[in-house]
Nanobody
């Protein structure tokens, strides 16, 4: 059993910044993948930024140069620094992880989401 908890969402003006956090807890042996997804009204959920198994970062084209993903492995916490926010960034942002449990079962886990609203 694991839990992913997002925080840091809110209402900001265009051009503003937010920093999202995702903390993983539970019977974790290792985290093999971590990433941020978002889902806007009327749109499919999309991968925004992620770490691959080897630690390489990936970004969706529309956020490149504006968003930065980072992590603190000791705390099982992932962050998304979002700068130069645009109204099109408005969405519910979800943390996702592939987690190897202490019982050696590999699961994919989702957080409950945090709302990001960019509006003037």
């Amino acid at each position: 059993q694991v839990q992913l908890v997002e925080s840091g969402g809110g209402l900001v003006q265009p051009g503003g910044s937010l920093r999202l956090s995702c903390a993983a807890s539970g019977s974790i042996f290792s985290i093999n993948f971590m990433g941020w997804y978002r889902q806007a009204p009327g749109k499919e959920r999309e991968l925004v930024a992620s770490f691959t198994t080897g630690g390489r970062t990936n970004y969706e084209d529309s956020v490149k140069g504006r968003f930065t993903i980072s992590r603190d492995n000791a705390k099982n916490t992932m962050y998304l620094q979002m700068n130069s926010l645009k109204p099109d960034d408005t969405a519910v942002y979800y943390c996702n992880a592939d987690i190897l449990l202490r019982n050696l079962r590999l699961i994919n886990s989702w957080g409950q989401g945090t709302q990001v609203t960019v509006s003037s």
